[in-house]
C-alpha cells in the first residue's frame, strides 16, 4: 500500500465518489472498510457526473465518465482518477482554482482572481503573536469563530475539505493566498496539513514568534478529562501516514460545557479549525490547538452528526460578555490591569468614613450639652457688663449732680460770709444733699468694683471658653465636611459596586494613590446596549481604601454599540470606548502629579497614548513615523 505522500498525479484525489451500482455518493473510508465494496470500475468521479452540461466542451461531449481507483490507506483513504482516465476540462478535480473561487464567491468571500487573494472581511488576524492568549479572553477567541464572516470561511474550508483530499489539493492550490482585512496574509495551502505538516510548520513559526492559523487533519484517538480535555490524535511510526508527531486538542474547563459533545469526536476522522502551538509544561512540551466550539471549528469526514446532537452554545448570543471580557482583554494587555478578587473587591467597596463620623458625632453630642453652658456664661457675661455700665452712668449722673450741688453750695456759703440775701437753711439743706450724694457715690463705686473685679475675673473664664468654643466649630465643621464625604464616599463607592466583578487595578505604581477601573453594560434597545466604565482614585491608609474627593470621581464613561456592528466587526465596534478610557486614565494621571506637558509630544502630534510592558508604563506618540516615547516616572 503507497502512503499518502507518495501519490503522484497531476490531478486532485478525492474523498468521494458516485457509485455507479446504487447511483449514490459513496466515502473513500467506508470502501476500505468493507473490502467487498472494493470494486473495479464502479465508481466514477463526482466532478464530471455533476459538471453542467453547458461547461462540457465540444470535444468532450462523446466521453464517458472518469472511472476512478480506489487507494486504501489506514488514516487517510481517497479515490483518484484511473490509468488512462481523463477529467473533463473544467471538472473541479482537475483544476481547483475555478471551484476555489467559485465557492469562494458563492460564500461572500472577496476574491482577486488575478492575484489569487480571497479576502476575509473581519478584523479578527490570521496570525499572532505566540503568547498572547491570555491578553486576549477566550471569548474573544471563540467569538474568532463564531464571527459571521469567518463562519462563511468555515463553510468554505469545510467544503474543500469535503471534497478533496487533502495532499493533493494542498499542491494545486500553492498559488492562492488569504488575506484580512488587518492585512495579515497567509498561503491558503500552508492553512492546510496533517499532523506532521502543522508540527512542523509551528516550529517554524516559533523563530517568528508567531501562531498562524490551521486547519489540522487527523483521527481522535483517547479522550482525557483532567478538569480540562485531552483530545489525543492517533499516531504512528510510518511517515508516510503524516502522522508520527503528536498533537492534541485542548478544551479549556470553562468552555466543557459550551463546546457541544465532545465525545462525539472518538475514533472519527476530523479537521480542526483553529491555532496551533507548542507548550512547555512542567513534564514537557506538546503541541496542541484549543477547541472552543465543534460546530464551528470542527469537520467531520465520515460520519457529521446533526447540530443537535452537537449541542454547541453559541457565544454570539452574548454581546454584552464578549464585550466585557474583550475590554478586559484589552486593558489588560494595554495597561496591565489585574483583575481584583472577591476579598479585595469587598475591601474596596466597603464604606469606613461612616465608622469615624459616628465616633466625632458621639463626642459632638456631649459638647453640645458643653454648648448650653458656654451660651449661659455668654449671657451672663453680657448681662455683667450691661450692669456694670450701667453703673458706671449711674455714677457719671451722680458725679454731675454732685457738681451741681457743690457749686450751689459755693454760692451759698459766699452769701453767708456777706450776710447779703443769706439763708441758713438753703444752705443745710444742700449740704445734707451733697452727703446723701457721696453717699450713693460711695455705694455705686463699691457696686461698679464688685461688677469690674467679677468682669475681670469673667474674663480668664472667657477666654477659655473662647478657646473650646473655637475647638467645638472646628468639630463641628470636621464632622460636617465627614458627613458629605461619607455620602460621597458611599455613593463612590456603589458606582464602583456596580461593575462587580468586573473591578481592576492599574498598576500606576504611585508612591500614595491606587486606580481601580470598573466595567459594566447594560441594554438600551434590541440592537443597542452601552459599555460603561468608572474610574476611580483611592489612598490606602489605617488599613482601610478611601477614595479622592475629585470631582472626576463620579464621572461614567459610557461608549453606545450596535449588536449589528459588534457582529460585522468586533474591534471596529468597541475601539471608540477603549479610545475614552485612555484619555480618562491620562487625566487621572496628571491629577495625582504628572506635569500634564509629558503627556504631550514635543514634536507637537497632541496627547501620547499609554503602554504597558514589563511593568514599566510609556507614553507613546499616536504617530508611528514620530517615534517620540517618554517614561512614566513619578516624581519627576
Known sequence: MKGINEVKTSDLSMNWAIDLKTNRKISAREIHNNKLLKVSNRYVCIGCKELSKHLILDNEKDKRQTVLEH?????????????????????????????????????????????????????????RKIGNL????????????THPAHQKFYYFLSTLLKEYEISTFKKNISAFTVETETEDRVKFADMFGLQDDIVKRVDKNLKKSTISLAIIVGTVGEITNKGHLLIEFTTSRDINNGNTKPFRLFVHQDYISKVGNIYLLENQKIACYGFPEKKSL??????????????????????PPSLDCIESINNHNDPLGYTLQESESFITRLWGAERLNDQEIKE?????????LNDYKTELDRDRVKEEKYRDFIKGR?????????????????????????KNHKALSARFLSKLGFNHKSLKAIEIDMQQIQIRVYEIEKLLNRKEKELEQNNGIKRQWEEWYQAFQERSQNVTRLQQYAEKEIGYKQMLADCQPNIFRIPLKNPRWNLFLGLRTNVINENLFAVNGVIQLYMYQNQAWFPSDHKSQDQIIEYQVSISQLNLSPRNAIKGFYSKLGKAIIERIVLI?????????????GLMKLQF???????????????????????N
Open 134 to 145: 491570555s491578553g486576549n479572553s477566550r471569548q474573544a477567541y471563540s467569538k474568532f469563530f
Open 593 to 605: 502629579g504628572l506635569p500634564k506637558a509629558n503627556c504631550q509630544c514635543v514634536k507637537g502630534h
Open 71 to 127: 487507494v486504501s490507506h489506514d488514516e487517510h483513504p481517497f479515490f483518484r482518477k484511473g490509468k488512462l482516465q481523463q477529467h473533463y476540462e473544467r471538472c473541479r478535480f482537475r483544476s481547483p482554482d475555478s471551484n476555489v473561487i467559485s465557492l469562494a464567491s458563492m460564500n461572500g468571500i472577496n476574491v482577486d482572481e488575478r492575484m489569487k487573494v480571497l479576502r476575509i472581511l473581519t478584523s479578527a488576524k490570521l496570525v
Open 613 to 635: 510592558k514589563n511593568g514599566q508604563y510609556w507614553f507613546e506618540c499616536w504617530d508611528k513615523n514620530c517615534g517620540e516615547k517618554y517614561t512614566l516616572i513619578w516624581g
Open 382 to 406: 453680657e448681662n455683667l457688663i450691661l450692669e456694670t455700665e450701667s453703673f458706671k452712668q449711674q455714677n457719671k449722673q451722680l458725679q454731675l449732680e454732685m457738681q451741681n450741688v457743690a
Open 348 to 356: 474596596i467597596i466597603s464604606s469606613h468614613s461612616q465608622f469615624g
Open 282 to 303: 512542567s513534564y514537557g512540551s506538546v503541541y496542541q490547538m484549543e477547541l472552543f466550539s465543534i460546530e464551528h471549528q470542527i469537520f467531520f469526514f465520515d460520519t
